[in-house]
């Protein structure tokens, strides 16, 4: 059995973690065992997935902090023994954990690229820089595999140090069948939110300066004023989420907009929307689009959200302006309902025949732990 140990994991449920969770659920364990670190202090999801057969590292230092301490946590992990070390990164803040896997001899060392930008709600610049003056300095030896969600994730993390032919793209799989569309789950959901007759506008994401909600609290506010039966539903938490709150109340829009927390249903309320919107400042692949592309809600991006994800070829990618986007939504609301729902039966085919179903993507990413 091949041992890999994933870094890192977050409670909030954040891409990276849910990427890590899907294979995890998808994977075959009997050739595969996942440890999971992370710097986080509790994840709730941890007793289900020890009961499966991982192990879980809680890290109390991080390097750019006290790097001794981190290199002897880091160090005595390691000495468990592992067939690969598989790294998540957003942007580069030290190659540590690639050099102490060196010296620790493990044989494999995966660094996956999951953005764009540097996914920080404050200091972005400063963080930008380090990140930049890092890529500098990156060689092809610093791991054995290079990957990334997309070319454009591929581009932001490794520059032009890595050689093109190093880098593999690895496709964000979804399950196809747990999201395809219901018209019986859409009428439950909509029924718990009290909104049968309602236009419902959605969002699933982390409160976070990345995904852009004070944007898009400005553009529902101007779409509540056009149409009175729009509704906004908000999936997700995050450090911004008190901020969003406070706003939505100044704006006198508490009794539209639904806070519904970080939710392990994700593909249940998805079918209870009309329209889904992303209004991302960055992503590397956002796996909830291809969710929601599961579940056949059309889609409205931010215009540098990965084109990659567009799998259904009719998502609309605006430019972060108020007004850009409230004519996109008028435009989508003003579709035909029958069209729309007919078109949501087709999800789950889509997302098979574009190689994005997990059980396909598991597949390869078994191929490529196979050479372990």
Excluded at 17 to 28: A, G, K, M, P, R
Excluded at 31 to 50: I, N, S, V
Excluded at 107 to 115: A, Q
Excluded at 152 to 165: C, M, N, R, S, V
């Amino acid at each position: 059995m091949k041992k890999i140990i994933h870094f890192s994991l977050t409670n909030s449920k954040s891409g990276i973690t849910q990427y890590i969770l899907n294979n995890w659920e998808f994977i075959d364990k009997t050739r595969y065992q996942f440890h999971m670190a992370t710097f986080g202090e509790k994840l709730d999801f941890q007793p289900r997935l020890e009961a499966e057969g991982c192990k879980f590292f809680y890290i109390k230092n991080r390097a750019e902090n006290n790097l001794n301490q981190f290199r002897s946590e880091i160090m005595e992990i390691f000495s468990m023994g592992y067939d690969a070390v598989h790294l998540h990164t957003s942007y580069w803040k030290t190659f540590e954990l690639e050099m102490l896997a060196k010296k620790a001899g493990i044989p494999r060392i995966i660094i996956h690229s999951h953005n764009t930008a540097v996914f920080d709600d404050n200091g972005r610049e400063e963080k930008e820089r380090q990140h930049y003056k890092l890529a500098e300095m990156l060689t092809a030896d610093m791991g054995t595999d290079f990957w990334a969600c997309s070319q454009k994730a591929a581009e932001w993390l490794y520059t032009d140090k890595i050689p093109e032919e190093k880098i593999v793209i690895m496709r964000n799989g979804v399950d196809a069948e747990k999201f395809a569309y219901s018209s019986a789950v859409r009428e439950e959901y909509r029924s718990r939110l009290n909104w049968e007759d309602k236009y419902v506008i959605g969002h699933v994401g982390r409160f976070s300066y990345q995904k852009n909600h004070e944007f898009l609290i400005n553009v529902f506010r101007e779409i509540e004023k056009i149409n009175k039966n729009a509704r906004l539903l908000l999936i997700g938490k995050g450090p911004l989420e008190a901020e969003i709150r406070l706003m939505v109340q100044r704006y006198d829009l508490s009794e539209k907009v639904r806070f519904a927390g970080a939710c392990e249903d994700v593909d249940g309320w998805l079918q209870a929307m009309d329209l889904f919107c992303l209004p991302s400042r960055f992503e590397g692949f956002p796996i909830v689009a291809v969710e929601a592309q599961a579940a056949g809600v059309p889609l409205i991006l931010g215009e540098d959200v990965t084109r990659e994800v567009n799998l259904c070829g009719k998502a609309a990618y605006v430019p972060l302006q108020t007004e850009n986007w409230v004519k996109e939504i008028q435009l989508e609301m003003s579709r035909d309902l029958r069209k729309r729902l007919c078109q949501r039966e087709d999800g789950k085919a889509l997302i098979k025949r574009h190689g994005y179903d997990i059980r396909d993507t598991v597949k390869e990413l078994e191929r490529l732990y196979g050479d372990v």
